[in-house]
């Protein structure tokens, strides 16, 4: 009979109709239609009764298929509460503890807990996933997000227990909190807690350099300490060696003796010499044994930033011009101005009749500013200034010298402004600083040119940052044409190969026959200098304003001057920005190269050649930049270390301009900074969780809520409308029907 | 400058001396559009003038300090573009100023915002007061935000290369002190009312044109201290607030510290 019934069919059950609505009701739409057409036609009564009864039969049991009927029966049982068993994936679980693997300690639990009742295994590093771990190589770990994820994914079930098999190295919040101090509320648990603590510290001996921290940026010329803080498992009490590192060469080394916890920090200071972007490094030793030796340096790209650019203004005299290009440098607050003026020659005071006592002069402190102090300035002007007037026969060679070697080979910047103290009328010509200048100075005095004019812009010019006063070259070179003309410019001077004139004489030739040069600028080894041989630049602010023009012709000389002399990236028109300082082993590093114009608008359409040297290996890749001026270059990452990177950037065959920045490839895991365990952390987290605390080597059992135990409930359906006797019925009416219909007559 | 060792002078001096052979001291500068002179300003409807004052006072900044100069006062209308040629001016007051057109007096606040000076100088000595009036009032005009205000004994102007301890005389001594206003940390505009320019002026024979009240001779001493002071101020500007300046000017004992 279960046969015919398509199962067994127990009593307490219950029929249920699985076909939607729509279905049932086009069945017995369908049925009774069907039902009358079989209605027409001329037979005996009898037969008509006959026949139609038996379709009324075929076709009810064709609907009640149709509804597909099941018949279910439930039965509900006890069966014992579920535990969670999370297990730590993270790659500190590999770190090797006399030899073994610190999760085959995991593993013996895990075993154990096979045989409880209700165990389901989980896996967790920063996330939770199903199964027990077969691999320890996660990332990283975070015990709160792991905790407050369960309670979804139980759907808010009470369980009866929660396992958490781990070494304790929680990187995340939680036990943030707890080491600085503070008392924070682990996530709400949907049972009882047990924290098995894995891993033995006295078992680990590493040395690792856990943290170095420079306050994110440091400023250029200023000392900066870079501090690193070191961590010893088994080294607690010992002395050893920490090696400050530069683009892979040491540079400083300091011994540093660990405390009774493991702990030291030792700070290297160092004086960043170039602004921009430099690759450092913290070291300890790899000893034998040692558990992680991938933690043993610390790569750190530092920052070098101006805080202000320092300005070193010496004038032979007080003068218009003098005056006018303090006012600027004092009333911009990126610079910090030192200006010495000479108020008073020897002349002067020798035919003085005043007392000293009077005046409100000091000594000028030549000897110590061209000495000592010489090299914190970014940049030094010598404005219409006479040096034989100070410095001593023997000591002008070496102190010019001194300036000289701050630009190039320091990387500074110099300017000389002209007037009657400067250039040849300043003896220049034979001194270690005409070496430096944008032209050739004659060792001899020539009459300057006395007579007003106005400069004329070069095709050069017309494109330097310095004298683009905006980015439509015709309005340009327009702007420069009506400004107020200047007084009059050095005739002992002439254009300096490999130097580049930006503004020049109109009609006044030098010696070698090309226009005299009024302004001029050159890179200088490491560094920058400019000329400016006339001493009426005031003139573009004074006079400007009261044509009603402002000053801004003034301004944006003299601002676009000195960014361009100290180097600042930011008046750079090509930069170079990696997405990251350090970049993981693997990964590739992305660099993005932005080109500008001469206007400083995003230049589209430029070829860029990017090389990027790692020692002496060196990789050239190329490229183009986007409408929006930007080539972006994904780099792979198969060797450690610093990697410097230099971009060239053309338009068509003009330069548009370089830029270098370096990044560093690391193979540090974050997550083996750390490799101590840290049972402390794990039992106050089952403490405050009100759960309960094993190590790994105990054998206790887990806490367990006997309450958690539930019903399961089994269910039986079995599906009605498949059941043949329901076939053989719809198919016996039919036919009865049928046959009684033709016994009529009918079709 | 300067005072190096005595042990320098010597090598110094001779050095000095052989540049002072290579150029005439009135062959300085690119031509004479450079050097410093003294604009002059007529109002309309006539403003005094004592160019003999000015003179004299250029030549002897000439020969007490580096400055190169055209010792000369050259009359400005201040509302012409001319202004911007002279950045150091000056204003005779002897009777109240006129009410400035408005476009004179925006001429001369843009020239005085973009670098240009100009000092006042009551030339009643502070007895006529109308003069000190109308002085105000054009003050108030060029500088609706920002009142003039007595310059203090530590200003700028007081040390721009004498020490000025004990005031700024000029023909009498009125007030102890000028008066400026301050842009920032530098004063465009300073209003002296003890007729400056009186104790300055000099005769056709080259002497003084008249007394100075009550100090005599040794006032007028002072007086010249305080117009080559507000030349240099108007040259350097706050460049004697430097610390380097302060710091050994203390040292020195020529100034005692705060």
């Known amino acids: 009979m279960a046969w015919w019934l398509g199962g067994e069919l127990a009593a307490g059950g219950e029929l249920l109709r699985t076909a939607p609505d729509g279905v049932v009701w086009s069945a017995v739409l369908g049925a009774l239609v069907a039902w009358g057409l079989a209605v027409p036609g001329e037979r005996r009564p009898l037969m008509r009764a006959v026949e139609l009864v038996a379709w009324g039969l075929a076709l009810a049991g064709l609907v009640f298929a149709l509804a597909r009927p099941v018949w279910v029966e439930e039965a509900g049982r006890q069966v014992p509460g579920r535990v969670a068993v999370l297990v730590d994936a993270s790659a500190s679980m590999a770190i090797e503890e006399e030899g073994r693997p610190r999760h085959t300690q995991a593993a013996a639990w895990i075993e154990q807990l096979r045989a409880e009742p209700g165990v389901e295994f989980l896996q967790f590093g920063e996330r939770l996933d199903p199964g027990a771990p077969t691999t320890f190589d996660r990332g990283g770990t975070d015990l709160a997000s792991v905790l407050s994820s369960l309670d979804d994914r139980y759907a808010g079930e009470r369980l009866a227990g929660v396992v958490v098999i781990t070494d304790g190295i929680d990187r995340g919040r939680l036990r943030a909190a707890w080491q600085a101090g503070d008392d924070p509320e682990p996530p709400r648990l949907p049972g009882p807690l047990t924290v098995v603590g894995v891993g033995s510290k006295g078992a680990v001996r590493d040395l690792a350099v856990v943290g170095v921290e420079a306050g994110g940026y440091a400023y250029l010329r200023t000392p900066v300490s870079l501090e690193a803080r070191l961590s010893g498992s088994g080294f607690e009490g010992q002395t050893v060696r920490a090696e400050l590192l530069r683009d892979g060469a040491v540079v400083r080394s300091q011994d540093v003796t660990l405390d009774d916890a493991g702990q030291a920090t030792v700070t290297f200071k160092v004086v960043p010499q170039e602004a921009g972007r430099s690759a450092w490094a913290v070291r300890v030793p790899t000893y034998d044994g040692d558990a992680v030796p991938g933690n043993d340096e610390l790569p750190l790209v530092l920052r070098v930033v101006r805080d202000q650019i320092r300005v070193l203004q010496v004038a032979g005299s007080p003068s218009w011009d003098v005056k006018f290009l303090r006012r600027f440098l004092k009333g911009d607050p990126s610079v910090e101005l030192v200006s010495f003026f000479i108020l008073r020659t020897w002349d002067d005071a020798r035919a003085s009749r005043w007392g000293d006592d009077e005046l409100s002069l000091i000594a000028f402190p030549y000897r110590d500013l061209f000495t000592s102090e010489i090299g914190n300035f970014d940049l030094v002007v010598f404005q219409n200034f006479d040096y034989r007037e100070f410095f001593g026969q023997g000591e002008a060679a070496e102190l010019l010298q001194n300036v000289r070697d701050q630009v190039v080979e320091g990387g500074h910047g110099f300017v000389m402004v002209g007037g009657d103290r400067s250039f040849d009328l300043g003896g220049y010509g034979t001194t270690p600083l005409a070496e430096l200048l944008p032209v050739q100075v004659a060792s001899a005095e020539r009459p300057p040119v006395v007579e007003p004019f106005q400069p004329t812009l070069t095709a050069a010019g017309a494109r330097h940052v310095v004298t683009r006063m905006t980015a439509d070259p015709v309005e340009n070179e327009a702007w420069w044409a009506r400004l107020h003309p200047v007084d009059g410019t050095h005739r002992g001077i002439a254009t300096r190969p490999g130097a580049t004139v930006l503004l020049e004489h109109p009609s006044a030739k030098g010696d070698d026959g090309k226009p005299l040069p009024v302004v001029a600028v050159r890179e200088a080894g490491k560094g920058r200098a400019m000329a400016l041989a006339a001493d009426s630049s005031w003139r573009w602010s004074l006079s400007e304003a009261a044509e009603g023009r402002g000053n801004q012709a003034y301004l944006r000389f003299w601002k676009q001057a000195i960014r361009w002399l100290i180097q600042d990236p930011t008046a750079e028109r090509v930069t170079i920005d990696p997405e990251r300082d350090n970049v993981p082993l693997g990964q590739p590093a992305r660099l993005v190269v932005r080109a500008r114009d001469a206007g400083f608008q995003l230049l589209g359409d430029a070829r860029v050649e990017l090389t990027i040297r790692r020692g002496t290996d060196e990789q050239v890749l190329s490229g183009v930049t986007g409408p929006e001026g930007e080539a972006v270059f994904e780099v792979p990452s198969t060797h450690r270390g610093a990697h410097r990177v230099h971009a060239s950037v053309l338009r068509g065959s003009d330069r548009v301009g370089e830029a270098d920045t370096v990044y560093a490839v690391t193979s540090r895991d974050p997550e083996l900074e750390e490799v101590a365990p840290d049972h402390a952390y794990l039992r106050w987290l089952a403490g405050r969780s009100g759960g309960t605390f094993l190590s790994a080597s105990e054998r206790g059992a887990i806490a367990r809520d006997p309450s958690a135990d539930r019903t399961a409930w089994d269910r039986k359906e079995v599906a009605l409308w498949r059941a043949p006797i329901l076939m053989l019925w719809i198919a016996g009416f039919a036919g009865v029907a049928w046959i009684v219909r033709r016994r009529g007559g009918l079709r | ?258």
């Open chain 2, 1 to 258: 400058m300067t005072q190096p060792s005595t042990s320098r002078r010597t090598v110094l001096s001779g050095l000095a001396a052989g540049l002072g052979m290579a150029w005439a001291p009135g062959a300085r500068a690119f031509g004479d559009a450079s050097l410093l002179d003294i604009g002059e300003l007529q109002l309309p409807g006539g403003t005094t003038a004592r160019p003999s004052a000015w003179q004299y006072l250029l030549s002897e900044l000439e020969r007490t300090t580096s400055v190169a100069c055209e010792p000369r006062a050259v009359p400005v209308d201040p509302g012409t573009a001319a202004l911007a040629q002279h950045p150091f001016t000056v204003l005779l007051v002897d009777a109240p100023i006129p009410a400035l057109d408005g476009a004179v007096v925006e001429r001369l606040a843009a020239y005085l915002a973009y670098g240009g000076f100009l000092f006042i100088d009551d030339t009643t000595g502070g007895q006529d007061r109308d003069v000190d009036r109308s002085v105000r009032a054009l003050v108030q005009r060029l500088f609706p935000t920002r009142p003039l205000a007595t310059l203090p004994g530590d200003h700028a102007v007081h040390r721009a290369f004498f020490l000025l301890k004990d005031g700024t005389p000029g023909r009498l001594a009125t007030a102890k002190w000028m008066e400026g206003v301050t842009v920032g940390n530098l004063a465009p505009l300073v209003y002296g009312r003890n007729d400056l320019s009186g104790a300055l002026m000099r005769s056709v024979t080259g002497r003084p044109s008249m007394p100075c009240s009550p100090g005599g001779e040794d006032q007028r001493r002072e007086a010249l201290k305080v117009g080559i002071n507000l030349v240099m101020y108007a040259l350097t500007a706050n460049y004697k607030k430097d610390q380097a300046h302060v710091r050994q000017l203390i040292l020195d004992k020529r100034l005692e510290a705060r």
